[in-house]
């Protein structure tokens, strides 16, 4: 019998199923500011892990021996929350935020200075309103 008979019959063979694609979730897309941000702090961190390393041996190594082992995971733990955060995991927004608290308070212990520890806050404000800004804050899963 063939397939025009069979239909007219009613003795149509099963339809395959349906392989429509999976749903996709929407392309998350970062935005100019958040992305020139996380840039930019990327920078910022390779240059600390290097001047933590390499610099600061001389100026704290023999009095506060404890710094740089801390200052450099610091730095090292800022460019993982980087690199997590451009990867949309919200977990990096938070070790970012741990991090910068970390560093303020060795800053205030080395240096005594609230304006040094209060300039760690800043670049966790700037994430925070371009996240906020941009409403990208329910991207981060």
């Known amino acids: 019998m063939s397939r025009k008979n069979r239909a007219k019959h009613g003795n149509a063979p099963a339809q395959a199923p349906n392989k ?5 979730q929407p392309r998350k897309q970062r935005g100019t500011l958040l992305t020139v941000l996380l840039l930019l702090i990327l ?3 390779i240059f600390t892990t290097w ?5 600061l041996k001389a100026d704290y190594g023999p009095s506060v021996p404890w710094v740089l082992p801390v200052l450099f995971l610091v730095s090292v733990a800022d460019i993982v929350a980087v690199f997590a955060m451009l990867y949309w995991k919200q977990w990096g927004i938070y070790l970012y935020a741990i991090s910068r ?3 303020a ?3 205030l ?9 209060i300039a760690d806050f800043i670049p966790v404000a700037f994430v925070a309103y371009a ?3 941009q ?3 329910k991207l981060f899963d």
């Open 20 to 24: 429509s694609k999976p749903n996709k």
């Open 43 to 45: 920078i910022y961190s």
């Open 51 to 55: 001047v933590a390393w390499t610099n």
């Open 101 to 103: 608290t970390v560093a």
């Open 105 to 107: 308070v060795c800053h």
């Open 109 to 117: 212990i080395l240096t005594g200075s609230m304006l040094i520890a």
């Open 131 to 133: 996240i906020q800004l």
């Open 135 to 137: 409403h990208k804050e």
